[in-house]
């Protein structure tokens, strides 16, 4: 038999060129066109639609079409002779026997394992024979590396040795079976083969084509840049010559014309943005660009999948769907991150954050009514900040009992019902990990609306396998390196995640996403690289066991250059067989310079050799347009509606209406106001309010200090302080900071009392709640309510008001000051009797002392007029403009919705 090859060009009509070659080989002079008895060796299915075409073409008409498919298709027949094993249940495999040998740490295990299956399958591909002992591997390794007697290596030797040697006695893994079934299948052939090459043929490849060459007539079709012809070819070849002996750039573009650089430069530019949402502007404009003219089959090669999926997303927004080829890691998907949420919960024992993030996701408790699943997660929130339980589930439900929050605790007992499934204190395989989560997602509630999404679907037929493949045969004891903690499987479960692609195939579009291996020999009428960066665009990282080039020597293997070389016959490739072509990439990224990938920077630079200037164009800075219906020329200032002006005002309200009548608009009146965070450990709001507490349970025993001793009013105040802080450090104990701080003042604050005293002033009340009603108008009234934190009366009946802070006296003497400032005049209105004297209470800093108001009764009635002029003005339509000081607006929640900064 014969072996007939063909170098053809892979550009725009590498294929109609192929089908010519392939009917003029199969089909006799003047016979019919029956191809049918011949197998067409395709590198990837995604040419066989064009193909087909081409050889109708060619043929003039209809034609029985020989059997095509890429290796892995035509040979799936022959694996059923051949055991394979699954490559989840190998990698577990090679993991019990390192986790026996106890050679690495835990930790370590999965990323070993790995490294070892690669490093495995490629000697298995290019036939690499097992090292006749471990002293014979680690010699290779010992002349890889240049080194000799190393303790590392000898290591190294030790540990491949053992584990190729086990996995050699088991059944055959994915790669040798395939290469049986190769020869099986070449041993079948009764008829003509075409093999159909993207890259010059590996070892393996070629050994392939040999065996079928002895049975049966051969025909290889290889593409070759030497063979292209026109200005671009021309270009290309003197840019990223095939031989590594080609003389310098500068001399391989002397003599490159004008005319040839403007035909090039017809086809071919490159680009260069400043940042990431630049490149993703400048890569989707391109693609309408190119749209409008008339183009239809347009590939975005994503290098930067970041930037392509900002272009991906700039392109829908203006109706264009984007086909992606690539896929997506399955973990980024809502799918996956709701079965993360779950997980979370569990690790964290109900982590306040974790469990709130669960309870908004949208693909749990299909089951429910939405608005009964909306109120019970409300309610979950509420009652973890009211309750102020950082995490425990089962505290959690203890506290909706207590507190008898019924829309809460169908949530929790699901939750708690959940994780009983899922048995997270007990271990098991990772299979019955694996049932348990879907057992447990199913007690959520959660496989409906997978079942009902197209990553549901993929991700519950990943899991049915994975369960299938890793389950231990019937009847053996499971080896106890094959059971796992909770912690142990999840780091293999958040692996194999991150490993998983799922593909979107229900989109059809003129334009695709794909990655520039997958552009090999097809032609499209426009493409642009995302990313041709250093970065990005660059052959794939080795494991660790493979980086080094001699050690790949040593055992057999290619070299990396090979990866390098056939990068730039792949960007060849595309500009050879595009109409037009972009190259495209982020200049800077955090202020920092990012360089082009070699290849491109290489082109780059031939092209200012021929020009005599830099021929890349600057991506413009996207614009942000306003909205034609907003008009960005004055700062907010909305009118109430008068049915929902508040009929309600506090002092620390009255506070924002007067730093900003915005804020108290987008707070009160549309109710806005973000919910307090939990904090989970003390913060100066906390640890005043608590002090709060603890002067109120004191004072309320000691009414007054005379006939006690310091040391027992000392002794009473580090009780109660204690009390108080008991649950608080119990919960963090670095929170005893704060109560080693409050401590340290408790004498000072006993001698300030004993000074009041004198001064003829007694305890009368604590968080004293406040609340009357105030007419500010005729037919109109306001509720003034507030709480008090401390009330003192003297021997005439006179009041003062005081307010703890947990503050220096200093900035509470300016603030007191401070006409704006209207906590203690708004007490003193509050109270509606006459007020002698109205304080803040300095209880943190040098100094234990008191910043007393000016006038208190002259300011509450100012206050007073304040309140009843604006309250009527909201209520008659005033307007409530965005007017807050530069102190107000650093840290105003609502500074996104005023648009005080935008305005010019």
């Given amino acids: 038999m014969t072996c007939t090859r063909h170098s053809i060009a892979p550009d725009a009509h590498f294929l109609p060129r192929c089908a010519a070659q392939i009917l003029a080989f199969l089909t006799p002079a003047g016979g019919p066109a029956d191809l049918s008895t011949a197998s067409l060796l395709l590198p990837n299915l995604k040419l066989a639609p064009a193909l087909n075409d081409a050889l109708r073409a060619v043929a003039g008409g209809p034609l029985l079409l020989p059997r095509i498919g890429t290796l892995s298709s035509l040979v799936e027949p022959w694996l059923t002779q051949h055991p394979v094993m699954p490559d989840a249940r190998r990698q577990l495999i090679l993991h019990s026997l390192l986790r026996r040998q106890n050679w690495l740490d835990e930790a370590m295990l999965w990323d070993v394992v790995a490294e070892l299956t690669q490093l495995f399958d490629t000697l298995t591909e290019y036939a690499v024979k097992l090292p006749a002992n471990e002293a014979e591997l680690l010699e290779k390794l010992e002349r890889g590396f240049e080194l000799k007697d190393s303790q590392p290596l000898n290591f190294e030797a030790r540990l491949v040795n053992t584990l190729w040697r086990a996995e050699a006695e088991g059944e055959h893994s994915c790669a040798a079976a395939r290469l049986l079934a190769a020869a099986s299948w070449v041993d079948s052939l009764t008829g003509p083969l075409i093999v159909m090459l993207e890259a010059p043929p590996s070892q393996p490849m070629q050994a392939l084509i040999e065996q079928a060459a002895a049975r049966v007539p051969v025909l290889v079709l290889e593409p070759t840049r030497a063979v292209a012809e026109g200005e671009l070819a021309e270009l290309l070849a003197r840019v990223w010559p095939a031989k590594s002996d080609a003389p310098p750039l500068r001399a391989r573009m002397e003599g490159f014309s004008a005319d040839q650089l403007k035909a090039a430069r017809e086809r071919l530019r490159l680009v260069e943005a400043e940042s990431l949402e630049d490149l993703g502007a400048a890569v989707a404009q391109q693609v309408i660009d190119w749209l409008i003219e008339g183009r239809r089959e347009i590939a975005m090669i994503a290098c930067d999948r970041l930037a392509a999926r900002r272009a991906r997303a700039l392109l829908e927004r203006e109706g264009v769907l984007v086909q992606d080829e690539t896929g997506w890691k399955l973990v980024t998907t809502r799918v996956a991150a709701v079965v993360d949420a779950w997980l979370e919960v569990i690790a964290s024992d109900a982590w306040h954050r974790a469990l709130i993030d669960l309870l908004r996701a949208p693909l749990i408790f299909a089951d429910l009514d939405p608005l009964t699943r909306g109120q019970g997660a409300d309610a979950v929130e509420r009652l973890i900040r009211e309750s102020s339980i950082a995490s425990g589930l089962d505290r959690l439900r203890a506290e909706a009992v207590e507190r008898q929050m019924s829309e809460a605790l169908p949530l929790l007992d699901r939750l708690i019902e959940a994780r009983a499934a899922l048995r997270p204190n007990a271990a098991g395989t990772l299979a019955d990990w694996l049932r348990r989560l879907h057992k447990s997602l199913d007690l959520l509630g959660a496989l409906p609306h997978f079942n009902e999404d197209q990553a549901g679907l993929h991700w519950l037929e990943w899991l049915e396998t994975r369960a299938a493949e890793l389950t231990e045969p019937a009847g053996d004891e499971v080896p106890r390196e094959r059971s796992f903690r909770f912690a142990a499987w999840r780091t293999w479960f958040n692996r194999q995640m991150d490993a998983e692609l799922y593909r979107d195939e229900s989109i059809a579009s003129p334009v695709i996403m794909t990655h520039l291996a997958a552009t090999r020999l097809r032609p499209f009428d426009a493409a642009i690289v995302i990313g041709a960066d250093a970065e990005h665009l660059a052959p794939p990282a080795a494991p660790g066991w493979l980086t080094h080039a001699g050690v790949r020597h040593e055992l057999g293997l290619p070299g990396l250059d090979l990866d390098r070389a056939q990068l730039r016959e792949d960007l060849a490739g595309l500009v050879l067989a595009s109409d037009a072509v972009v190259i495209a990439w982020q200049s800077l990224r955090r202020d920092e310079a990012l360089m082009p990938a070699a290849e491109v920077a290489v082109l780059e630079a031939a092209l200012r050799l021929a020009s005599g200037e830099s021929l890349v164009d600057k991506a413009a800075p996207r614009a942000c347009p306003a909205s034609p219906d907003v008009a960005l020329t004055a700062a907010a200032a909305p009118s109430a509606p008068t049915a929902r002006v508040p009929t309600r005002v506090s002092a620390s309200s009255l506070q924002t209406l007067i730093n900003c009548p915005y804020r108290y608009f987008a707070r009160y009146v549309l109710r806005l106001a973000e919910l307090d965070e939990l904090s989970e450990g003390m913060e100066k709001k906390d640890f005043g309010e608590l002090l709060h507490r603890i002067l109120r349970d004191f004072h309320a025993q000691h009414r007054t200090l005379a006939g006690h001793s310091d040391e027992a009013l000392l002794a009473a105040l580090e009780g109660f302080t204690e009390a108080a802080f008991a649950g608080v450090v119990a919960r963090n104990f670095q929170d005893h900071a704060w109560r080693l701080r409050w401590r340290g003042r ?159």
């Avoid at 003497?813 to 203690?824: A, G, I, S, T, Y």
């Avoid at 007020?835 to 300011?859: F, I, M, N, Q, T």
């Fill in 746 to 904: 408790l004498a000072d604050y006993i001698a300030w009392q004993r000074d009041r005293e004198k001064e003829g002033w007694r305890w009368q009340g604590g968080e004293v709640e406040e609340r009357r009603e105030h007419e500010i108008g005729p037919g109109r009234s306001l509720t003034l309510q507030g709480r008090i934190d401390r009330v003192d009366v003297n021997a005439v009946g006179q009041q003062a008001l005081l307010d703890y802070k947990s503050r220096a006296i200093k900035p509470l003497r300016d603030q007191v000051q401070d006409p704006d400032d209207v906590q203690l005049a708004f007490y003193a209105l509050l109270t509606g009797q006459c007020v002698a004297e109205a304080a803040y209470v300095a209880l943190d800093g040098d100094e234990l002392a008191a910043a007393p108001l000016a006038e208190p009764e002259e300011r509450a009635g100012s206050l007073q007029d304040l309140i009843d002029v604006s309250f009527n003005a909201m209520l008659d339509g005033a307007r409530m403009p965005a007017q807050g000081t530069a102190g107000a607006c650093q840290y105003c929640e609502m500074r996104g919705l005023c648009r005080k900064e935008w305005v010019a």
